[in-house]
C-alpha cells in the first residue's frame, strides 16, 4: 500500500523558515517524480514544486521561486520542501504528491493527507 | 501558460442523477487532462487521466471523455459518497505550473 506521511508543517512568523519532510513507503521511491501541491484554507489546489527521480529536473510555481527548495534522498525514501522567506499568502496545506512516472509531468497518483503550515506574527 | 476553467463552480443535483461536469482547456491539450476528486477533509484522488482513463479502484460510473480543449466527467448516477469538489488538470507539462482548475464543488440539492 501506497503510503504518504507529511511532516514538519507548523505556526511561524513571516519571514522564518520551515522544512517539511515526506515518508514514502510502498512503492519503489527512487523510480517516480515526487511534487508538493498546496491548498490555502476553502481554497483550489496549486502545484508548488516537483522533482523528477534522479533529481535531474526540478521545478517550482513563480509564487515560491528563490525562497523554497525541493530535494529528495532516495536512500531514505524521502521527500523535502525547505522554505524560506515565508509570506502570509504561504498558509496553506501542503500535500506530498506521487506521480505516475519518473519524469515529473504526469498525472498524480497518490497523495499525502497534509501537513499545515500557518505564517502569521 | 495553459488555463484550465471549470463551469460550473457548484452543480446541486439529487441522488441518483446523472451529472456533468466541464473543463475547457484556453489551448489544445490534446488528451492530456485529469481529473480528481475531494471530500471535505481528505486528499484529493485521482479519478481519471488521459480525458478518459479510469484509475485503480474508481468505479464505472466515473467516466471521462474530450480532447483538444473541452473535456467532461461524467457520473452516471449520482452516490451518496459523490458529493465532493471535483478538479481537472492538464499535463505532459514541465514544470505543472498552474495547471489545475478551480474546482466544481457537487452538492446535495
Known amino acids: 500500500e501506497v503510503q504518504l506521511v507529511e511532516s514538519g508543517g507548523g505556526l511561524v512568523q513571516p519571514g522564518r523558515s520551515l522544512r517539511l519532510s515526506c515518508a514514502a513507503s510502498?512503492?519503489?521511491?527512487?523510480?517516480?517524480?515526487m511534487h508538493w501541491v498546496r491548498q490555502a484554507p476553502g481554497k483550489g489546489l496549486e502545484w508548488v514544486s516537483g522533482?523528477?527521480?534522479?533529481?535531474?529536473?526540478?521545478g517550482y510555481a513563480d509564487s515560491v521561486k528563490g525562497r523554497f527548495t525541493i530535494s529528495r534522498d532516495n536512500a531514505k525514501n524521502s521527500l523535502y520542501l525547505q522554505m524560506n522567506s515565508l509570506r502570509p499568502e504561504d498558509t496553506a496545506l501542503y500535500y506530498c504528491v506521487k506521480d505516475i512516472t519518473g519524469g515529473g509531468s504526469s498525472p498524480f497518483d497518490y497523495w499525502g493527507q497534509g501537513t499545515l503550515v500557518t505564517v502569521s506574527s | 501558460e495553459i488555463v484550465m476553467t471549470q463551469s460550473p463552480a457548484t452543480l446541486s443535483v439529487a441522488p441518483g442523477e446523472r451529472v456533468t461536469l466541464s473543463c475547457r482547456a484556453s489551448?489544445?491539450?490534446?488528451?492530456?487532462s485529469v481529473w480528481y476528486q475531494q471530500k471535505p477533509g481528505q486528499a484529493p484522488r485521482l479519478l481519471i487521466y488521459?480525458?478518459?482513463t479510469r484509475a485503480t479502484g474508481i468505479p464505472a460510473r466515473f467516466s471521462g471523455s474530450g480532447s483538444g480543449t473541452e473535456f467532461t466527467l461524467t457520473i452516471s448516477s449520482l452516490q451518496s459518497e459523490d458529493f465532493a469538489l471535483y478538479y481537472c488538470?492538464?499535463?505532459?507539462?514541465?514544470?505543472?505550473?498552474?495547471?489545475f482548475g478551480q474546482g466544481t464543488k457537487v452538492e446535495i440539492k
Open positions: 522533482i523528477t527521480w534522479n533529481s535531474g529536473n526540478i
Open positions: 510502498g512503492f519503489t521511491f527512487d523510480e517516480y517524480a
Open positions: 488538470q492538464h499535463f505532459n507539462i514541465w514544470p505543472p505550473n498552474q495547471t
Open positions: 488521459g480525458a478518459s
Open positions: 489551448q489544445s491539450i490534446g488528451s492530456n
